[in-house]
């Protein structure tokens, strides 16, 4: 990972409460061979993925709703987001973290999924890689009501809901989350429902 036109010259901790913040200093050689100094606030949250859960006989999907508090912080009156079920890695391989991850939010167990790509979701100032997965669910896979786990502190609701109801949600503004636009897109790109 050494690029010759970065020289990373100091790493200050502004906090370890939650997540990891730094502050990086660092030298960056411009296009014109000139360098200079920045300085920049990183935060580190470990790496996440996500998933679209579709049903292409039934023509639905599964998502998630729960207060997320920086929402509601910059504008979310309610704080509420409708979003596809997500997670941290907590070490795991990204298969595998979604794979818990559903079984936990949404209650289904899934066998396979798939990778559709890796993104950076906000790479001005976060490090994390969301690794974005879609996966067909059926009422057979369904083995719990879902709703997060406890000693996580989750809320979750499971919303089913039609392919095109949750598509149009993002016209209308109900759905704001770039990950779940993402996956809907990628699905109406793609036919899978």
């Not at 990183?42 to 997320?68: C, E, H, M, P, W």
């Not at 890695?89 to 396979?112: A, M, N, S, V, W």
């Amino acid at each position: 990972m050494k690029n010759p036109t970065i020289i990373l010259q100091k790493t200050e901790l502004l906090s370890d409460n939650w997540y990891i913040l730094n502050k990086v200093t660092f030298d960056y050689q411009k296009k014109d061979d000139s360098w200079i100094t920045q300085k920049r606030e990183v935060y580190d949250r470990g790496n996440g993925a996500a998933i679209l859960l579709y049903n292409s006989t039934q023509k639905t999907v599964i998502l998630t709703r729960q207060f997320r508090l920086p929402t509601y912080l910059n504008g979310n009156e309610t704080g509420m987001m409708i979003e596809v079920c997500a997670g941290l890695l907590d070490q795991d391989h990204p298969e595998q973290c979604i794979i818990r991850e559903t079984e936990e939010e949404t209650g289904y167990r899934l066998t396979k999924v798939t990778k559709i790509m890796e993104t950076y979701m906000s790479p001005g100032a976060v490090t994390e890689i969301l690794y974005l997965f879609v996966g067909e669910y059926d009422e057979s896979m369904k083995v719990s009501d879902g709703g997060g786990v406890a000693h996580e502190e989750e809320n979750i609701d499971v919303m089913e809901m039609t392919y095109d109801e949750a598509y149009s949600m993002i016209e209308s503004g109900e759905i704001t989350d770039a990950k779940t636009i993402m996956l809907l897109q990628y699905a109406k790109i793609k036919n899978l429902v």
